[in-house]
């Protein structure tokens, strides 16, 4: 997986993205940009989200009642609108989970026993 | 929850501000952070779209570009105020006129009436087409041997209508009765609103005398007082006490003031009436047993009546061909106005069709205008769709605007349908605005909104015609010129239809009016002073001849005469004759006794009413009761009767048993036929008695040479001085008579020419605007003509003659289309007839000079189309 330093940043997997905000947010509400910022931090720069797929991500867990939202002060004092994680959201991030954890423990025991050399 | 705009877009600042701030706090000069921060985030109007694209929904989405689109049509359409004006106008009475008619159609033909099981309550009725009489009614043998015997109606009532003098509220004045049996109201099923109604307690000779109050008369003429319940009233030589008010209801078959129980009418207890099977005046009304149907009645009616005549023979001549009819009494009330509302109904609807189809060429000529604007807007990429929306945007606007002045419009007009309606049908004397009229208005302009905005084609994306188009210069292409047309002609085809229906209504009218009644009409003032039918006492006879020579003594009058049928407004009230004999006339074999119409009247009776003697004399004072029986007959009579010779001296007699032993009466006399029963004469068999020798008769003539009105006063201060009780009414001269029993006709001809008068105008102006549109976008092709030598009078010719076409082949199709349409509607309906040569010839000349006065305008701005200035444009 040798890669060029600069070009290390990883590629969202489809359908990831919803979990990860859901994640993010289990510590509490957040803006649209800490959740950004928090992604990025948590995967130490691994991962960065792009704000063209974040903002329609939480539109969408909003509508799907996941999220819910509203207009704070940030504290860096600018008014921001913070999402929070519903009841529904909370049981939607255990079966995320799972569901992940599944598919990761699957693909690892195909990738595993049988060791390949490289690509 | 559905974020806004302004919303979405704070929310996308938040993260920038926040982002930049970020950055500064890393140390980065500020105006290079807000580089980095915009470059990292992307394309903002992206992201916020596909934001917004979470939360789309379609309906809502659509509703907001349309809110969008009327807000902007709002705005073009206020730079085309002449435009909005005219076509909220021609809508707003378009839509007005039906939302109206719709409102009186709905109460007078579909509401149920108030009496309780409307459905179950049949109105029986018995006819003799073969004496011409619509409605014999019964007599009360009959309604007896119906109640006997039928038993799929569980119970029948009767009503007889009989004029009474009413003494007890105000002037004394006749009145005009029900006299019913004590089922009437629970067959009708109608409730009091004050007292009680009448009952089987009430029936019969021994009861005593009560009235019910009908609720219009209580209210119109009481105020509504409630202290009329136990109030004493003196009806001719009985009393009666108020016991009650009845509900608001129909008044049917009569409008009556009130309605009494048959003691209260000394001549429902007579022998005549309670055994003559002949002695026919009484209406019947009956309700269906429970599980009957009306067919089961109808079967059963049908045969216990063909019994009757079989045991009857000689009450039902085989002549008269007497029937029977059952029909639920709802269809009976409606029937009057049923063809009259629906061709009305129908015409409000051609308007509409007139009117939208104007609306829609003014649309279309717009649209060509605005083609510019569309095809820049579908090279853009808008969807047809939208572009079908702004289009929609606009004739939402323009038919909201014409329902809201629709809706305003309807309010009086159901007023006046209603009025004229009446004429019809008293039902529509409680017509009623409600919220259905404002449904009506919107679901008609919602209809014709949608129907606007897919007239017009839309420019195609695939193949802009270049954006020279959006110069704004408007160029006709043939599609679009010949729907223009096609709504011009059929504007015209319709109109036309409706010109020629209205000129038949006219020209039936004028020729109603034109007809000669043998009466001098203007200079005879005929009024009501009503006498007890036969009374020949002294008394009597002295009252009429001293109030005829005090009259006659006044100032201006020729000649004063008693008779006891005020021509055409007495219509009917003899029922349709009597059969008589004549001394040394036999009939064919099997051929019947003729029926003549039986009148009295009083000596000089034919000079006052100005109808010439033929031959021999006129009555005379020495026609005594005690001398001589004598008759004057009408030419018909002698003609019939006596081909070969002269009537006078012979002998003649009724026949009909209502009349007793038949008594010979001399011909004394024969004058001219008049028809007093019908405004149009035909050939009328009268019989004319002496009034000494058959009683007094109740209606009087005066013969006057100045103002006939100018005599009310000075007649009613006589009749008073000789009698204080003695009603005297409805004063009005035989030509105010005639007008009167003509005013259905003449609201007819009024009402549908006043439908195709609007129709003429829309239609005018429609062919008007297509020409005018034509013009406009030519002036080029005109501009060029010019350039190359064509004279202004050529192309004035060929601008009037392509509305010439347009008239023509307009006027040809509504020929065509009105008259398959009077076929068709001849197979559903009775009486539809077409008109006549002149008024279809007259419409059409109306149409084609209205319709070259409309392309006069268009065509004289051709005839000056500036050439420079034409060649120009492009």
Known sequence: ?119 | MRPDQNDLDEEIRGHLALSVKERIERGEDPKAARLAALKEFGSVMLTRDSMRGVWRNRWLDMAEALGQDIRVALRSLWRAKGLVATVVVTLGLGIGANAAIFSVVRDVLLRPLVNRDEDRLIYIRQSAPGLGAENTTFSVPEIADFQSRVTTLSAFGDFSTIDFSMIGFGEPRMVKAGVVGGSFFDVMGLRPVLGRLLNAADDGPDAAGVAVLTYRFWTASLNGDPSVVGRTLRLGSRSATVVGVLEPSVPYPADTEIIANVVTSPHHLGATMVTGRTHRMTELFGRLAPGATLEAARAELADVHAAMMREHPEAYPAQAEMQLSATPLRDQITAPARTILLVLLATAGVVFVIACSNVANLILARAVRREGELAVRAALGASSGALRRTLLGESLVLCGAGAVLGVLLARPLVAVVARYAARFSVRALDVTVDASLLWVGAGLAAAAAVLLAYIPRLPSPQAPRGLGLASGSARLTPGTNRRLRVFAISQIALSFVLLAGAGMLVAALIALQAVNTGYNTRQVLALDVPAAVGDVSVQAIDFYQEMVQRIGELPGVEGVAVGTFVPWRDAGSFGPGFPFAVEGYTGANGEENPHARLRIVSPGFFAVLGVPMVTGRDFTAEDRRESELVVIVSQSVAQRLFPNGNAVNRKLWWTDPLFGKPQPRRIVGVVTDVDDENVVRGPALTIYHPFQQMGVAGRLFVHTSGDPYALVPPVRKIIRELSPNQPVERAATLEDVRAEVLAPERVNAFVFSGFAGVALLIAVVGVSGVLAFSVSARTREFGVRVAIGSTPRRLLVSVLSEGALIVAVGIVAGAGGGYAFARLAASYLENVRLPGALPILGAAAILAGAAVLASLMPAARASRVDVLQALRLE
């Not at chain 1, 489809?14 to 859901?22: A, N, S």
Request: glycine share 8%; hydrophobic share 35%; charged share 30%.
């Open chain 1, 1 to 119: 997986m040798a890669k060029k330093p600069d070009d290390r940043r990883l590629e969202l997997l489809q359908g990831t993205l919803d979990m990860l905000i859901l994640r993010t947010l289990q510590w509490g509400p957040q803006h649209g940009h800490g959740i950004g910022q928090a992604i990025r931090a948590q995967s130490d720069d691994l991962l960065k989200v792009e704000t063209g797929s974040l903002y329609p991500a939480l539109h969408r867990l909003e509508k799907r009642g996941w999220l819910k939202s509203e207009w704070d002060v940030s504290e860096a004092n600018q008014r921001a609108k913070y999402y929070r994680l519903t009841a529904t959201g909370k049981t939607q991030l255990s079966r995320e989970r799972d569901r992940w954890s599944q598919l990761v423990n699957a693909i690892g025991r195909i990738m595993n026993p049988a060791p390949a050399g490289k690509e």
